[in-house]
């Protein structure tokens, strides 16, 4: 089975930074992990899930919301089926539940942005920022 691992989330206060990883795993993703995209969404409560960060299977692509940019930055290797996402200078208003999700057979420099576009989603990691 497919699985997406998130890890690294928490409670930071405001200016503070984290890094979330996401490892990908199983029969899919073994020996073929730079044949997916890669994003991270982010949902808090009450609203919608939304795109923060984006990434190319090459990971030469990137993609940000414009509230992040400047701030975050997505990063990939593809030798260690991971992904990751460093945040710094992190707002109250980041605060909410950050998912990795997978999508395969895109061009090699294409980065998706829309949620039901992706095939495969973790269980989420929390981040919480304190004002």
Do not use: H
Request: proline fraction near 3%; hydrophobic fraction near 35%.
């Amino acid at each position: 089975q497919v699985q997406l691992v998130e890890s690294g989330g928490g409670l930071v206060q405001a200016g503070g930074s984290l890094r979330l990883s996401c490892v990908a795993s199983g029969r899919t993703f073994s020996s073929s992990f730079s044949s997916y995209a890669m994003g991270w969404f982010r949902q808090a409560p009450g609203k919608e899930r939304e795109f923060v960060a984006g990434i190319s299977r090459s990971g030469g692509t990137t993609d940000y919301k414009e509230s992040v940019k400047g701030r975050f930055t997505i990063s990939r290797d593809n030798a260690k089926n991971t992904l990751y996402l460093q945040m710094n200078s992190l707002k109250p208003e980041d605060t909410a539940i950050y998912y990795c999700a997978a999508v395969p057979a895109v061009g090699w420099s294409r980065v998706v942005v829309t949620p039901r576009e992706y095939n495969y989603w973790g269980q989420g990691t929390q981040v919480t920022v304190s004002s």
